[in-house]
C-alpha cells in the first residue's frame, strides 16, 4: 500500500501520517514514512527520540552521495546521469527505525514539475521503487501543503491519495485542485479525510461538500492533540480518540486494498 497524504497548511497532514504509520507498525507490517516536507516533523509526531533525530540527514542534502550514485550534482540539469542509480543501502544509511516506523526525510526536494529529470528526482525514484518492495509493506509519504508541488514524479511513486481537510470551505478549496491536479496526472484513488472536526454538522458539511471524493473518515478535534505536542509524546499515544479513528481508517484502506488486488 502506497499512500500519499496531502491537503492545506496546517490541516493535520503529519498527524495523521503518524498515526497510521503507528497502526500499521504496531500490527506488524513493514512501514517507510517519508517526510517530504521541507522543514521535516514527522518525526516529533512520531515521537522519535531526540537522539535519532539528530542522526537524520535528509536524502536530498546528500550531495555527494548523489554525485556518487547519478554522475551528477545536485541542480544540475542535461549532461549525462544514471536514471537508475545504486540505492539499496540508503535506506539503512539514511533512515532511523523508531517502534516499527522506518522514517526517511527528504529535505528540500523538487518532486514536482513533471518534465524534471533532474539527479535528485532520479534518485528518489530509484529510491522508492526500490523500497517498494511487497504487497503488505506500507509507504506513507507526508507531503507538504498545497499543490504546485504534486507532480507526476510524486504521483508515480502512490496508488492512493488522502487529501486532509478541516470543516471548511477553503480546505475543501484546496482539496478539489488537489483532485483535479491528480485526475489530470493519472492517479484516480483519492480519498477525503475530516481532521479537527467538532460535532456531527461538521462531519456533515464535509460529507456533502467534498469534491467528488469520498470520505474515508473523520478525526474528531482534540486538545489533547496540542497537549502531546508541547509534551513531545505520540499522539498515537496520548490521544486514544484519534488513535481509534486511525484505526478505523486502517482497517477500511486494507479492505479496500484487497478488493482492489483481487
Ligand atoms: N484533531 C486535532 N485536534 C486538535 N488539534 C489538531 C488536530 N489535528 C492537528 N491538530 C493541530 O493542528 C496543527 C497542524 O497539524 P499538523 O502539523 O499535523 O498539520 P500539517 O497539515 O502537517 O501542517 P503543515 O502544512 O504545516 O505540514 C498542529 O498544531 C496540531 O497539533
Ligand atoms: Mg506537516
Not at 491536479?181 to 477525503?192: C, P, S, Y
Not at 481532521?195 to 469534491?211: Q, Y
Request: aromatic letters at 4%.
Amino acid at each position: 500500500m502506497k499512500i500519499a497524504i496531502t491537503g492545506k497548511g496546517g490541516v493535520g497532514k503529519t498527524t495523521l501520517t503518524a498515526l497510521l504509520a503507528q497502526v500499521w507498525a504496531d500490527r506488524k507490517r513493514e512501514v517507510l514514512a517519508v517526510d517530504a516536507d521541507p522543514s521535516p516533523c514527522l518525526a516529533g509526531a512520531l515521537g522519535f527520540p531526540s537522539e535519532l533525530r539528530a542522526g537524520l540527514r535528509p536524502v536530498a542534502e546528500m550531495d555527494d552521495l548523489i554525485y556518487e550514485r547519478t554522475g551528477a550534482r545536485p541542480g544540475q540539469v542535461g549532461g549525462f546521469f544514471t536514471i537508475n542509480p545504486r540505492v539499496d543501502d540508503i535506506p539503512e544509511r539514511f533512515s532511523a527505525l523508531h517502534r516499527g516506523v522506518r522514517l526517511l526525510e527528504m529535505g528540500a526536494v523538487d518532486t514536482g514539475g513533471s518534465g524534471c529529470i533532474c539527479p535528485e528526482s532520479a534518485m528518489l525514484k530509484t529510491l522508492f521503487t526500490h523500497l517498494l518492495f511487497r504487497k503488505d509493506d506500507v509507504l506513507l509519504l507526508d507531503m507538504y501543503a498545497g499543490v504546485e508541488h504534486l507532480g507526476r514524479a510524486t504521483v508515480d511513486f502512490v496508488d492512493l491519495m488522502l487529501v486532509v481537510v478541516e470543516p471548511t470551505r477553503r480546505s475543501l478549496g484546496t482539496a478539489a485542485q488537489i483532485r483535479k491536479l491528480a485526475n489530470d496526472i493519472g492517479l484516480q484513488r483519492l480519498l477525503l479525510v475530516g481532521n479537527k472536526v467538532r460535532n456531527p454538522d461538521e462531519a456533515d458539511f464535509l460529507a456533502k461538500e467534498s469534491p467528488g471524493m469520498p470520505v474515508l473518515g473523520i478525526l474528531p478535534h482534540d486538545p489533547l492533540v496540542q497537549e502531546a505536542d508541547r509534551l513531545g509524546v505520540a499522539v498515537y499515544d496520548y490521544v486514544p480518540s484519534l488513535r481509534k479513528a486511525a484505526e478505523g481508517m486502517a482497517d477500511l484502506l486494507e479492505q479496500e486494498t484487497a478488493l482492489i488486488e483481487r
